[in-house]
């Protein structure tokens, strides 16, 4: 029997694809390197300086944040909008966002001097401290999708009665999940208030915690997009182009009205010429709005774009290369920093920033190898017909 | 308002460096090894180790290169951003001015560095469980009715300490006085809503490192935002309810009509 199991297990390692492995060795030893760094201090094993005491992490954490609101705006699609079309899209989507916040908390424990005290935002409260938001915001928001993302495994165990109980609350879960991610997704952005001096002019507004809620949702579509498609190749199984490409419908919509209020709030404040002047801000910046909003606005008002896989995954790259970019130009490159100080990441910050990632992507993989990730999704052999992979309870 | 204050006379000091020496002491501070850069500035900022740094600053006056000396340190805000910031509040304003700090809470996310206009706090980069450093206006000793230790060590006079208001009287007396070689700025009596410790100069203060700031401070803005929390939380999950049950009730007449409509 153990020999069997033994045997099996091995078989199933031997099955991995190369990719695995590599995405494997990266986590070890980005593993490797984050003990280093939680021994000797973050002196010798990043960059960060006086000048700019946060970076690429940071960038990376408000990134992967925004990229993660797609479990939110799904869930809030499916369940409070009731567009069942979308559902079958929930899980895979709450998993890449169960996994990128699971990965930023990581990070911040690293970023931390003492990250010993990791939870003393639990005991010591500071009510005005964006940061002190977020972290809650984070920790609850994590449960939440925990919660959210159980059925998958209780479904693999077969423990009916717990899948009705959390099909029970799945709504009230789901409206707490959206208002928590609506408050941290937001007071990422209130971070930047205290720092008028330090952010640039373009980035800086009171408005920005709103810049920040909707650019998550914008985002969030895209990572649901880049997740489907990737799904596609990588498990042969996902979901029909024709949801995929409506969730690019709404794309236009809310990148539009992301950048016509973001180019309004500067001409209000009246910072409209800092776009004119050439220099890197200003580069910065049209870059964000030129790749990010308008090129897959354009392209995803075109229906042969939303019926192409290919080319709603290059929209939803673009879309997500903007936001990027956003979430690096308010943590680093739109920061002021103190005179005289520079930085670039060390390999060690890079290697551990990618240890994490690899690590979610490997989760990712594994999960979606043996558990029922795809529930009601279909298997697709070639593009016109699907059908059903696992039939599980219609919602 | 009973609050302490420091005022510095940038004219008067010498450069002695008595300040940070002082400094040091009282605050069991190690030494920095540093490499010679050419100027008697040394360190050549704030660092961890070094809470109150005298600048060399060269400038043109009266046509003639001269010194002047700045001292840096914390400018103990009346509305400090770095307090507003600090995610566990290890940083507090006291009701008497100082801005002081609480080592064994602090985590080290490093946010009070972005949010102070001034650059002040330090963070420990060459240790492993490493913390933040910033002057304290020696709030030990002032709560045991002493002076900070550079007001009492400076042997020019330069550093005051005092209630803030009386401090500013003076300061002005000195700035408004007849043929006074002082520039007609009061440095921190305004900037971002004031700070506890203000400046004299006879050289314009963007001339000799300090930032041009506004009057206004971000922290209220930032307050006023973050007291929003409850309500934006409370109005996202109304307003999400709202919607689940409206699309479910139209949902349900919508069945309801196709059932009539079948029937008939
Ligand atoms: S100068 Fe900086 S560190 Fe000092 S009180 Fe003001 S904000 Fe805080
Ligand atoms: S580094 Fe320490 S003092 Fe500064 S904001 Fe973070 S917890 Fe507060
Ligand atoms: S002790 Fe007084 S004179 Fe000496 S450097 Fe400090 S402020 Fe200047």
């Known amino acids: 029997m153990a020999q069997k199991i033994a045997r099996t297990f091995i078989g199933e390692i031997k099955s991995f694809p190369a990719w695995l492995w590599v995405l494997i060795a990266l986590t070890v030893f980005g593993l490797g390197v984050g003990v280093y760094r939680l021994a000797v201090g973050l002196g010798t094993t990043t960059n960060l300086n006086h000048g700019y005491p946060w970076g690429l992490w940071i960038g990376f954490d408000l990134f992967v944040v925004a990229f993660s609101g797609g479990a939110f705006t799904l869930a809030t699609l499916v369940y409070v909008f009731q567009m069942h079309e979308f559902h079958a899209a929930t899980r895979p989507t709450v998993l890449t966002g169960l996994l990128g916040y699971a990965s930023v908390l990581i990070i911040l424990v690293m970023d931390l001097g003492r990250w010993d005290r990791f939870y003393h935002f639990m005991i010591f409260p500071n009510i005005n401290s964006a940061l002190f938001e977020v972290s809650w915001c984070i920790l609850l928001y994590t449960t939440v999708l925990i919660s959210e993302f159980s059925p998958v495994f209780f479904q693999r165990l077969g423990w009916q009665r717990v899948l009705d109980v959390i099909k029970k609350i799945t709504v009230p879960l789901v409206i707490i999940g959206a208002t928590l991610s609506t408050l941290h997704q937001s007071s990422l952005g209130s971070l930047f208030i205290v720092m008028s001096e330090r952010l640039h002019p373009l980035w800086y507004t009171p408005l920005i915690p709103f810049f920040f809620f ?111 970019l956003n979430r690096f130009d308010a943590a680093w490159f739109a920061l002021k920093p103190a005179p005289g100080f520079e930085y670039t990441p060390h390999w060690m910050e890079i290697a551990i920033q990618f240890g994490v990632l690899s690590a979610m992507a490997v989760v990712y993989t594994l999960i979606g190898r043996y558990f029922p990730l795809f529930e009601e999704t279909v298997h697709n052999g070639d593009a016109e017909k699907f059908h059903v992979v696992a039939s599980a309870p219609a919602e | 308002m009973n609050q302490y204050g420091m005022l510095v006379d940038l004219t008067k000091c010498i450069g002695c460096r008595g300040c940070q020496v002082a400094c040091k002491q009282w605050n069991d501070m190690p030494a920095e090894l540093t490499r010679n850069r050419g100027t008697y500035q040394n360190p050549p900022r704030l660092t961890s180790k070094t809470m109150t740094n005298i600048e060399f600053r060269e400038v043109e006056l009266k046509d003639k290169l001269a010194w002047v000396f700045v001292k840096r340190q914390c400018m103990h805000c009346e509305h400090p951003g770095c307090v507003a910031a600090c995610t566990v509040g290890a940083l507090q304003k006291r009701a008497e001015g100082p801005v002081v700090y609480d080592e064994n809470r602090c985590i080290g996310c490093r946010y009070c560095m972005y949010a102070c206009p001034f650059g002040v706090p330090t963070f420990e980069w060459d240790q492993t469980f490493a913390l933040i450093k910033k002057c304290e206006m020696c709030i030990d000793r002032v709560d045991a009715g002493m002076k900070p230790a550079c007001a009492k060590t400076c042997p020019a006079g330069a550093i005051q300490f005092g209630n803030r208001e009386e401090l500013l009287t003076v300061a002005r007396e000195r700035v408004y006085a007849k043929n006074s070689p002082y520039i007609k700025h009061i440095y921190g009596e305004e900037e971002v809503g004031g700070t506890s410790w203000m400046y004299l100069s006879s050289v314009p203060f963007e001339q000799i490192g300090f930032p041009t700031l506004p009057k206004e401070t971000p922290v209220y803005l930032n307050d006023k935002v973050l007291h929003a929390t409850p309500t934006i939380a409370l109005g996202m999950a109304l307003a999400l309810s709202g919607v689940y049950w409206m699309v479910k009730r139209r949902n349900v007449i919508r069945e309801y009509l196709a059932a009539e409509n079948h029937e008939k």
């Open chain 1, 214 to 324: 909707v650019s998550s949702v914008a985002a969030g579509l895209a990572m649901i997009i880049g997740g489907a498609t990737i799904s596609y190749w990588v498990f042969k199984q996902s979901l029909p182009q024709k949801v995929v490409g409506s969730f690019g419908w709404f794309l236009p919509w809310v990148l539009g009205f992301y950048a016509i209020m973001k180019l309004g709030e500067l001409l209000i404040a009246e910072e409209i010429g800092l776009l004119l002047t050439a220099n890197l801000y200003s580069v910065l910046f049209w870059s964000e709005l030129i790749i990010g909003c308008a090129i897959p606005i354009v392209m995803f008002m075109s229906k042969t774009v939303r019926h192409n896989r290919v080319w709603t995954l290059i929209g939803a790259l673009f879309v997500l290369f903007g936001i990027f």
